[in-house]
């Protein structure tokens, strides 16, 4: 599945960023989002079967990644993933991530990531990222 079609099937509203993982090592970043699902049809319709707890939004073949405005790290909501385009094998994608201080003050982050590919990795299940 291309990566723009992958993002369209799935559903992060009123979800949680509950970290991001910058794996210099493996070229990946990695998202951790307290619950993502997925659309197997135009709407989500509440579908839950394919729900994974506290996974990973994994970009992997990364070779740029930026944060705006930088020093914030993400640690609330979840806004908009926009496909930003295609160039040789990799894509670009923008998401917002919102973080939210100790005195409550706001600022949504947007992620810039560059990769070749992207996958939804299970808690403990490495080896078996979602790919379809």
């Known amino acids: 599945m291309k990566p723009d079609e992958f993002l369209r099937t799935i559903y992060l509203g009123d979800r949680g960023c509950k970290a991001v993982v910058l794996d210099g090592w493996n070229d990946e970043v990695k998202i951790q989002i307290d619950l993502i699902s997925r659309k197997r049809s135009e709407t989500w319709n509440f579908y839950s079967a394919e729900d994974v707890e506290d996974g990973f939004l994994v970009f992997e073949g990364v070779d740029h ?4 405005p930088p020093g914030r ?11 930003l385009g295609s160039e040789g094998d990799r894509f670009t994608v923008a998401i917002e991530l919102g973080h939210c201080d100790e005195a409550g003050k706001y600022v949504t982050v947007k992620t ?21």
């Open 65 to 68: 990644v930026s944060f705006d």
């Open 73 to 83: 790290i993400p640690n609330d909501e979840i806004g908009a993933i926009e496909f």
């Open 112 to 132: 810039t990531i560059r990769a070749k590919a992207v996958a939804i990795e299970k808690p403990g299940e490495e080896g078996a990222r979602i790919r379809e």
